[in-house]
Structures are given as C-alpha cells and as structure tokens.
C-alpha cells in the first residue's frame, strides 16, 4: 500500500514563525502536492513538483514555498506564519495519470 | 478551465436509506479521468474510484455505485443501505490525462448518516 506519511498531526506556532510541514511517500511516486483544506472551500492546491527541484505555483502559492530535494520528501514552508494561514494542510502523492494518495493531514493552528 | 460542481452541501439520511451524491463537472479536454474520495471525520482522504473518460459503464463496489453520463457531465456515486460509518465528506475531482496531473475537487458533500 501506499504511505504518505506527514510529520505531525497537530501544529501550533506563533505569527511571524517560519514554519516547515514535511511530506514522504515511500512508492517512488514522481509527483507531489501541498493543499490546503478550509470549511466551504473544498481543497485548493498551493503548490505541486513532478519531479526532484522541480516545483509549480497552484492555485493559492502566496505566503508558501516549498523544497524538493529529494523525491520522497516534499517541504511546504510557511517563511512568516500568519492567522489566515490557519488551516487543515494534506499532502499527496502520485505516479503518471494514478490517483492521488493523500497522508492523515496536519490541523496547523497560528496564533 | 476544468470545474468541478456538487450542489449538495450537506445531506442527512437515516440509516439504511440509499443516497446519491451529485457531482457535475465542466472541461473542454476530450480525454480526461473522474475520482471520489471518501474524507472521514478523521481527516484522511480515501480514494474510492476514478473514471476514465472513455469508459462509461456503470460500476458497482459493494454497496456503492456510481453513474458516469458524458451527455450530461455528471458522475454520481449511490451509497445503498446506508450504515453510520458512510458518515463523512466526500468529493469529486477531475484530472485531465498527461501533463501535470493537477486535480480539481469539488467542494465536496458532507454526508450524515443517522441512527
């Protein structure tokens, strides 16, 4: 089966932190995805690689970046947390034209 | 542009009822491939089904079902006998084939089972 594994379930920081959620998928799977998920808003993709240093802006990158310097491992970065920036954020994995698995999400809280 | 469309908001069915989830979509590729997930009160996305555009016989997993239309854009996925741990949000997403592999979501129906 496929494992995407994030590195917390819970997060609290503080605004004007950096904050770092880690994202690794053990299939080899060459593309990868950050969303975030807010009540009446559905998911929206903040940002996606499809390959090792490879990234692509989604539909909501401002506030974000992120690194790939490996292909199972897939950072999101918060550079300066902010209030709005509280939300459920899921990461997903993939291969070519395969569904995509998501990990268990990580409920981050900034206050 | 790709959008993907489930009027429901919320549904409230008692169980054993059968419930049929909506899911409307728009895209100019002619070529392209449809999901549901499951999202239970966990967090955790399950992927239950996806589509290609090119197949639309009907499927049946279980109790669930789903109905793949062309002539209308729809793809609607039937839970029959409804059990309480079919409680949770699900969504629908389209994918175009090749290139990036970006998904659309819905904004996804909250269903609740009751007792």
């Known amino acids: 089966d496929v494992k995407v594994t994030q590195s917390s379930r819970y997060l609290v920081k503080r605004t004007g932190e950096k904050v770092f959620l880690e994202c690794v998928q053990d299939?080899?799977?060459?593309?990868m995805f950050w969303y975030r998920q807010d009540p009446g808003l559905g998911l929206r993709l903040i940002y996606f690689s499809y390959d090792v240093k490879m990234k692509e802006k989604g539909d909501i990158p401002e506030g974000y970046s992120v690194s790939r310097e490996k292909k199972e491992r897939f950072s999101l970065i918060l550079e300066s947390a902010s209030t709005n920036q509280t939300s459920m954020y899921l990461c997903?994995?993939?291969?070519?034209?395969?569904?995509?698995?998501f990990g268990d999400g990580t409920r981050l809280s900034i206050l | 542009a790709q959008k993907v469309t489930q009027a429901q908001t919320e549904i409230s069915v008692v169980e054993k009822e059968d419930v049929t989830l909506d899911c409307v979509y728009e895209?100019?590729?002619?070529?392209?491939?449809l999901f549901w997930y499951k999202q239970p009160p966990s967090g955790e996305l399950v992927f239950l089904i996806r589509?290609?555009?090119?197949?639309?016989q009907n499927e049946i997993s279980g109790r669930y079902s789903w109905n793949f239309q062309k002539s209308t854009s729809s793809f609607n996925f039937t839970i029959t006998a409804s059990q309480v741990v079919d409680s949770a949000v699900y969504f629908c997403a389209l994918m175009r084939e090749g290139g990036s592999e970006k998904l659309v979501f819905g904004k996804g129906t909250k269903l609740t089972v009751n007792p």
């Open positions: 997903a994995s993939s291969s070519q034209d395969q569904p995509q698995h």
């Open positions: 589509r290609n555009s090119f197949d639309e």
């Open positions: 299939m080899d799977h060459e593309n």
């Open positions: 895209t100019r590729d002619t070529t392209y491939y």
